[in-house]
């Protein structure tokens, strides 16, 4: 079993800066890639930030610039540090992991879930 407990997340107000942090438990072999997904209130799930066992990062344009997603592949963890908040990056934050598990299997693993309102 292999859990994503997230962490870091709150109010915060325009202009401000938060960071997330997301860290993999449980029977783990590797985590390719590990990324950050959002979900505001009405709208669909939409790819904030992954970032690959080597550190390739991906971001989405609404993004660039303000948040930055870091991997410490020692402790199965991945950050997101969000600078210049909007109202408008008001959403659910979900931790994602493409994880191959101890017995050889592969996994899609989801966090439960942090919310980050951005507002005045």
């Known amino acids: 079993q292999v859990q994503l407990v997230e962490s870091g997340g709150g109010l915060v107000q325009p202009g401000g800066s938060l960071r997330l942090s997301c860290a993999a438990s449980g029977s783990i072999f590797s985590i390719n890639p590990m990324g950050w997904y959002r979900q505001a209130p009405g709208k669909e799930r939409e790819l904030v930030a992954t970032?690959?066992?080597?550190?390739?990062?991906n971001s989405a344009d609404s993004v660039k610039g303000r948040f930055t997603i870091s991997r410490d592949n020692a402790k199965n963890t991945v950050y997101l540090q969000m600078n210049n908040l909007k109202p408008e990056d008001t959403a659910v934050y979900y931790c994602?992991?493409?994880?191959?598990?101890?017995?050889?299997?592969?996994?899609?693993?989801w966090g439960q879930g942090t919310l980050v309102t951005v507002s005045s």
């Open positions: 994602n992991a493409r994880v191959v598990d101890g017995m050889m299997r592969r996994l899609e693993v």
């Open positions: 970032i690959t066992v080597g550190g390739y990062r």
